[in-house]
């Protein structure tokens, strides 16, 4: 079936622009999670939704970043007044919710979005 | 606070030669420890998830192990389509549902 799907693929903006990005997660999957991986650094969780609401926003880095799930489905991450230290690859990723019945569910991650700020 | 580490950042192997990647975590209470494979310009891909100590799980040349501090994937006799960044992370007890990943390591096997 189709994995999680990402748009764009890459984004080029100037420094003090917004920029929104996008996530299509596997349809059934109610759990989203979006995660932010800069050159030598490690894959870091920005946001986890379950359903439309987000429990999770410790890992937003700043007011500048928000995010939305509207249907349960897809989600949108947007940055406002970008600066270069927000320069990454924005990962999207999806799961079946977990249940406590179950004790981890794997996450399947996007292709992602690289976002250069320039 | 809930940590991972991963050793060695890279690794060179040639092909046939086998070898293992290992995965040291601090967390206050583990729900999964579960292991992706990187490729360049792409998202992670699943592999494993391993819940509690003793668990192996296997899959073609990798087989992935865990004890109570850490985990180990380990490559039998590996094939250059094998190179990719292998990527460790865990989820932890009250911690919603997000994962603490390790930087990685770096797999480059050579013919």
């Known amino acids: 079936g189709a994995g999680v799907s990402q748009s764009p693929s890459n984004k080029v903006t100037e420094k003090g622009k917004d920029v929104e990005l996008r996530c299509d997660p596997i349809?059934?999957?109610?759990?989203l999670y979006w995660y932010r991986q800069s050159l030598g650094q490690g894959l870091e969780f920005l946001i986890y939704?379950?359903?439309?609401?987000?429990?999770?926003k410790s890992g937003l880095p700043s007011d500048r970043f928000s995010a939305e799930r509207t249907g349960g489905s897809v989600s949108t991450l947007t940055i406002q007044r970008t600066q270069q230290e927000d320069s990454a690859v924005y990962l999207c990723?999806?799961?079946?919710?977990?249940?406590?019945?179950?004790?981890?569910?794997?996450?399947?991650f996007g292709p992602g979005t690289r976002l250069t700020v320039t | 606070e809930d940590q991972v580490t991963q050793s060695p950042e890279a690794l060179r192997l040639q092909e046939g030669e086998s070898s293992s990647l290992n995965c040291s975590y601090t967390?206050?209470?583990?729900?999964?420890l579960f292991w992706y494979r990187q490729d360049p310009g792409k998202g992670p891909e699943f592999l494993f998830t391993?819940?509690?100590a003793g668990e192996e799980k296997e899959k073609e040349r990798l087989k992935a192990t865990l004890t109570k501090k850490e985990s180990f994937l380990h490559i039998t006799a590996p094939k250059p389509e094998d190179s990719a960044t292998y990527l460790c992370a865990v989820q932890a007890e009250g911690g919603y549902n997000k994962l603490i990943f390790g930087a990685g390591t770096r797999l480059a096997v050579h013919p």
């Open positions: 391993l819940y509690s």
């Open positions: 990723a999806s799961s079946l919710e977990w249940s406590g019945f179950h004790f981890a569910y794997e996450q399947y």
């Open positions: 939704f379950q359903g439309n609401s987000a429990p999770d």
């Open positions: 967390v206050s209470g583990l729900r999964g």
């Open positions: 349809s059934g999957h109610t759990a």
